[in-house]
């Protein structure tokens, strides 16, 4: 009789001999693997959330400069040379920090247009200009909310600065290009009513609009702005810093109040941000780490078991005829099939789950997670099959032949 031939039909028989304890065993293991895929698809989902929201969202990561103190204890406009302040303190302390600086200009007044509308101005220094929205803001282009004329001719005051004060008396018209591109969450509305009459422009088209409306250079007029300001406005509205690096945004943003200057950042209004989320992380994946293990172990030890059990049909089979690597095979056979059918359906919750809950990458984090999954179930088969299995057919026929109290 070819033996061999006959293993999967002994194999059906066996298996018709298992407990309710190791199908009950193998059902709470189906469970906790659902349990942990489940876990899983949903840290992946608050992840990409968090990641949409906080660490991959421009405005986390931008600071906003908008008084200083100097030497009165009540805030100031900023001046132009707090820039290389500024600059000079990160680079002083965060030397090997990636980042970037950027300015936020004004006109205290509205301009209007040849057709009577009144528009806010705006200007943005170029490395700025990116967060904004689709914008560009190249000399003589602007960009806003509001449906206006693709060419925007604003009608400038030509100011004369006096002893006295100021005054106007000529107009002198500045035609520019005008689109549609600011986006609503923008950073430069973050802290402040944006008006739908703001009009952004780039840092280039602000100083000529100054020059014309001054009637002077633009060197002279940071210099003068700097010193005592005869002009009238608050020319530089706010400095930016943005910090590539999230978990340095705090630190810096602490530098610079500690330098006297106030700032607004997402984070001021959450207690250390960044340990919060990395202790959410380590707690997530240490409670999962302990089911599955837990659960890995009543497995295991339920497979040894039923196995312990099966000694006695062991030793019938080594007494007619099989020897230990076909015993082998028919008791793998079995605990294989369970463990695939386990990974097939198992792969087919994961996938219909991650299409529902996951909306970003989702064929890269189900991928991963089903290959983790596979990856747990086939160490454990192969603990069971290669370890457990293997010192039971090793056995003598006696000692597998001796009833076992416990199980009989």
Not at 72 to 101: C, F, G, N, W
Request: net charge negative; glycine share 4%.
């Amino acid at each position: 009789m070819n033996k061999a031939k006959n293993t999967p039909v002994i194999s059906r028989l066996i298996l018709k001999k298992s407990n309710s304890y190791l199908r009950i065993s193998i059902l709470l293991f189906i469970f906790s693997l659902v349990l942990i895929a489940s876990s899983a698809v949903y840290f992946i989902n608050q992840y990409l959330q968090v990641d949409k929201d906080f660490l991959s969202n421009d405005n986390t990561h931008i600071i906003e400069i908008t008084t200083s103190q100097g030497n009165a204890m009540h805030a100031q406009p900023l001046k132009y040379e707090d820039e290389t302040t500024i600059r000079e303190e990160i680079e002083k302390k965060y030397p090997d920090t990636s980042y970037k600086v950027f300015k936020e200009y004004q006109f205290n007044f509205g301009i209007q247009d040849a057709k009577g509308g009144t528009h806010f101005i705006y200007g943005l220094d170029e490395a700025g200009g990116e967060f904004l929205g689709s914008c560009d803001l190249e000399i003589r282009k602007a960009c806003g909310k509001m449906e206006l004329d693709q060419v925007l001719t604003l009608k400038l005051p030509i100011v004369k600065v006096h002893e006295d004060g100021l005054s106007s008396s000529e107009i002198v018209d500045y035609p520019m290009y005008y689109q549609l591109g600011v986006s609503d969450k923008n950073p430069f509305s973050l802290y402040n009513d944006e008006q739908l009459e703001t009009i952004y422009i780039g840092s280039k088209t602000y100083k000529e609009m100054i020059e014309k409306t001054y009637v002077i250079q633009w060197d002279q007029f940071v210099k003068e702005y700097d010193s005592h300001n005869p002009f009238g406005i608050q020319s530089l509205r706010k400095i930016y810093v943005y910090v590539d690096a999230l978990s340095q945004v705090e630190g810096i943003a602490e530098l610079v109040n500690d330098e006297g200057y106030n700032t607004n950042y997402t984070f001021k209004a959450f207690d250390n941000f960044d340990v919060s989320m990395k202790n959410t992380l380590v707690l997530s994946l240490t409670l999962g780490f302990l089911i599955l293990m837990i659960t890995a172990a009543h497995v295991i030890l339920s497979f040894n078991s039923y196995l312990k059990v099966q000694q006695k049909d062991m030793g019938i089979l080594k007494q007619l005829g099989y020897n230990p690597t076909t015993i082998n095979q028919i008791y793998s056979r079995n605990i294989n099939a369970i463990f695939f059918f386990t990974a097939v359906g198992i792969t087919l919750y994961i996938v219909v789950v991650s299409a529902i809950f996951i909306g970003e990458n989702v064929y890269l984090f189900t991928f991963s997670i089903i290959v983790l999954v596979i990856l747990i179930l086939l160490a454990i088969n192969r603990i069971i099959v290669l370890w457990i299995l293997r010192q039971y057919s090793k056995k003598n026929i006696l000692t597998l032949l001796k009833i076992n109290k416990e199980f009989e």
